[in-house]
Structures are given as structure tokens and as C-alpha cells.
């Protein structure tokens, strides 16, 4: 049953119930016992409780849960902890790593790049951010962009970035299209190309709620440098992006809103309206907001 409320079997995801039936099933199932754990750990159902979530995860290492294992060395280092066991969580760490995890192997890759319990090699920190892409945690793809864009390894390279935003991309990570399509729009301005490559990127993932690519596309609509300039699609997706929390969409939506009319304001708000209802329901994630408290104003 807890299985069913948390995946929203039963209708939208029930956290509360799926918490109690998952402390139940907890003692006898090593997946309910799992899930339990993040539900202490997030907060969700109840108030966040990482001591117990820890306890939890002690419990599934025994059993030989290696996801157990991993996440409750995380919650070491994320609490104040002893050197004595800073050490062992890192190590516990590194163990999980070395047997494939791909958290694992993404959390030794960031100790590496921030030289946080490890000494600092952002060689070392991409070796094992294409190890954990290389088994399923495509998100390193993205991370591996930004250091390469970042001059992380040296200079600035480039060419590289795009080459794994795009592989990111490719693997359905949500960060990397708005991260690619910013920066394709301030690339050049003269490259037409360009340009019209960081539109369909920011458009389609504008209409699978990417609540930055909305502010992005607004901002582009806005500018007329991707698309011809048209203030009330400006308005329109500045609109939707202010409601998920993106601070700057308000900015530039004011300055759109000063070619436009009272009238065209709100039929362009009705329209936004209108595509917030019909759109929300579809499974999607914001960066700024909780899910349940974003509401169309």
C-alpha cells in the first residue's frame, strides 16, 4: 500500500499515508525500508528526520543494500561528524564506487572537483563523473559541461561543453537544455544558426515546464534577436515562468508589458491562465518552488 501512495497509484501521491504504510512494511521489506528512508530524509509525509532516516539506512547496509550503504555514509557527511567518521563515511563511500553505484561514483567525482574530504583533481573529479554517466547517472554529463565551460581543467573549453550538454541533453537531463540554449544565444549574436538552434531548445522545453527555458524564451521573444520580437509571447511565457519562481522573469516581463495595452495584458494572462491549468497536471519539477504550492496568480 505504501508503494501505491507514493507513486500516486491511487490518484495524486499521498506522502502522509505512503509514510505510515512504508514504517510498517519497513521491518520486513528491504524496499519499503528504503523508501521509508528518503521519506525521513526529504521531509515528505512528515517532519525531516535524518537521524532516523540514518538508522533506517544502517539497517538496509546490513542487509546488503548497497544504495542503504551509500546513503547512509551521505548523511554522515552531512551531519556534524567525527573525523574518525567522516573517514569511514568517505571510505564507505569510495567502496560503493568501486563496486559501480553510480552515486556513489558521482559523490567521489564532486569530492574530487571541490576538493571537499579528498585532495582536489578535477582530472580525477571527470574520470568518475563519465564512470557514473557511463551507469546511468546521465546528470554527470551536464556537471562535466559546466567544468569544462567553467575552466575548470584549464581554459575554457568550449567545444567541449556543448559536446556533453548535448550528450546530457540527449539523456533527458532537464538542466542541461537551459544551460545549452543560454549559452548558444550569448554565444554569437551574429550567428543565425546559433540563435535559432537556443529557440527550439528554450521553446521545447519551455512546453514541458522548464520553468528557466520559459523565462528564456520570454527573454527572446522579448529581445527579437532568436525570433521575431513579439511582446505578448514575451508576456506570455515571462508570465508562467514568474508563477515558478524565476525572480528575473518579473523584470523583463515589466518592461514587455509597457508596449502592450491593459486589454492585451489580460488576454495574454487569460491565455497563460489557461495553459497553467491545462499543463500543471503533467509530471514535471521546479527548481525554486515546491510543486504542491505553485498556483497561477
Known amino acids: 500500500m505504501g508503494a501505491l501512495y507514493l507513486s500516486g497509484s491511487l490518484g495524486s501521491p499521498d506522502f502522509t499515508k505512503a509514510r505510515e504504510y512504508l514504517a510498517l512494511g519497513a521491518e520486513a521489506d528491504l524496499s519499503a ?3 521509508y528512508g528518503h521519506l525521513l530524509m526529504n521531509g515528505l509525509g512528515g517532519e525531516k528526520d535524518l537521524v532516523g532516516a540514518e538508522q533506517v539506512f544502517v539497517r538496509a547496509a546490513k542487509l546488503g543494500s548497497l544504495e542503504g550503504f551509500y546513503l547512509r555514509a551521505k548523511l554522515v557527511l ?3 561528524a567525527s573525523e574518525a567518521e567522516v573517514r569511514a563515511a568517505v571510505n564507505d563511500i569510495n567502496s560503493a564506487a ?22 582536489k583533481s578535477p582530472q580525477k573529479a571527470v574520470e568518475y563523473y563519465l564512470k557514473a554517466a557511463d551507469g546511468g547517472y546521465s546528470e554527470a554529463l551536464s556537471t562535466i559541461a559546466e567544468m569544462y565551460l567553467f575552466a575548470e581543467l584549464g581554459s575554457a573549453d568550449i567545444e567541449k561543453a ?24 550569448n554565444k554569437d549574436l551574429e550567428n543565425k544558426s546559433g540563435l535559432g538552434e537556443s529557440y527550439r531548445i528554450a521553446k521545447i522545453a ?19 534577436l532568436a525570433v521575431a520580437r513579439d511582446n505578448e509571447q514575451a508576456y506570455f511565457w515571462l508570465d508562467l515562468a ?35 491549468v491545462a499543463n500543471h497536471d503533467r509530471p514535471h519539477g521546479h527548481l525554486f518552488i515546491d510543486n504542491s504550492k505553485h498556483r497561477y496568480q
Open 33 to 35: 525500508r528504503l523508501a
Open 78 to 80: 552531512g551531519r556534524n
Open 98 to 119: 568501486k563496486k559501480g553505484f553510480p552515486p556513489a561514483l558521482s559523490t567521489i567525482a564532486e569530492l574530487y572537483r571541490t576538493g571537499t574530504f579528498l585532495e
Open 162 to 185: 556543448e559536446v556533453f550538454y548535448r550528450q546530457a541533453i540527449s539523456k533527458g537531463i532537464k538542466s542541461a537544455n537551459y544551460s545549452l540554449a543560454f549559452f548558444l544565444y
Open 206 to 224: 519551455s512546453l514541458a515546464w522548464d520553468e528557466r527555458c520559459q523565462y528564456l524564451l520570454g527573454l527572446m521573444y522579448y529581445e527579437g
Open 242 to 276: 514568474a508563477s515558478a519562481g524565476v525572480f528575473e522573469a518579473h523584470h523583463i516581463r515589466a518592461l514587455a508589458a509597457k508596449a502592450l495595452t491593459k486589454d492585451q495584458i489580460n488576454k495574454v494572462k487569460s491565455r497563460a491562465r489557461e495553459w497553467f
